[in-house]
Nanobody, 119 residues
């Protein structure tokens, strides 16, 4: 399974971005798909922080830091999970990673996409 993240970029504070995570297989079959982020200066993979997730039953969860400003959604036909981020803040600057668990419990990481929010 491959996860392809995209949609990052440079945006001013208060702006919006939509991140995409496209899977090489049926994304609707995954137990969950999540977004994590790794803050500047955090070099170790263990420093990735949970942002949002969507489960196979469409239940969603958000970190407190993005709740109310972000929406995670899934398009099964496109095998893609989206993270719409609004009212972006400089502290949202990070590399964002897609992470997923398949039906048998294997976990996968995509490559990161850089989000930079200028003040």
């Amino acid at each position: 399974v491959q996860l392809q993240a995209s949609g990052g970029g440079l945006v001013q504070a208060g702006g919006s971005l939509r991140l995409s995570c496209e899977a090489s297989e049926d994304i609707g079959s995954f137990n969950w798909v999540a977004w994590y982020r790794q803050l500047p200066g955090a070099e170790h993979d263990m420093a990735r922080v949970f942002v949002a997730s969507i489960a196979i039953n469409a239940n969603t969860k958000y970190a407190d830091s993005v709740a109310g400003r972000s929406t995670i959604s899934r398009d099964n036909a496109q095998n893609t999970v989206y993270l719409q981020m609004n009212s972006l803040k400089p502290e949202d600057t990070a590399v964002y990673y897609c992470h997923a668990e398949d039906r048998v419990g294997f976990k996968y990481w995509g490559q990161g996409t850089q989000v930079t929010v200028s003040s």
